[in-house]
């Protein structure tokens, strides 16, 4: 079983930064694969970020590329998402994710265990 709490969200400006975290429980958080996903008022959930177990691979959605970065220290059991340049339309509630494998996932119904959620909101 794997508990997942995430922080560092809050209203930030457009073209803004935010670092959000996701600590873990449990000993086993270095063999699971970790993402990150968010739910935009009136929409359904949708996938943001992926990182392996050992963070030797990320994939991003199109709409994240280049301002979004993944990255975990299992020694901290604490996965990270790096949000720069943010938009308006980056307002959502953020959440991660775990799945107890390797490889890598991009679809939710596919992780195991998932976080209560943190908010960000991008004013313009």
């Known amino acids: 079983q794997v508990q997942l709490v995430e922080s560092g969200g809050g209203l930030v400006q457009a073209g803004g930064s935010l670092r959000l975290s996701c600590a873990a429980s449990?000993?086993?958080?270095?063999?699971?694969?970790m993402g990150w996903f968010r739910q935009a008022p009136g929409k359904e959930r949708e996938f943001v970020a992926a990182?392996?177990?050992?963070?030797?691979?990320?994939v991003y959605a199109d709409s994240v590329k280049g301002r979004f970065t993944i990255s975990r220290d299992n020694t901290k059991n604490t996965v990270y998402l790096q949000m720069n340049t943010l938009k308006p339309e980056d307002t959502a509630v953020y959440y991660c994710?775990?799945?107890?494998?390797?490889?890598?996932?991009?679809?939710?119904?596919?992780?195991?265990?998932w976080g209560q959620g943190t908010q960000v909101t991008v004013s313009s």
């Open positions: 990182i392996t177990w050992s963070g030797s691979r990320t």
């Open positions: 994710a775990a799945k107890d494998a390797g490889g890598i996932w991009t679809t939710e119904k596919l992780y195991d265990y």
């Open positions: 449990g000993r086993t958080f270095g063999t699971y694969s």
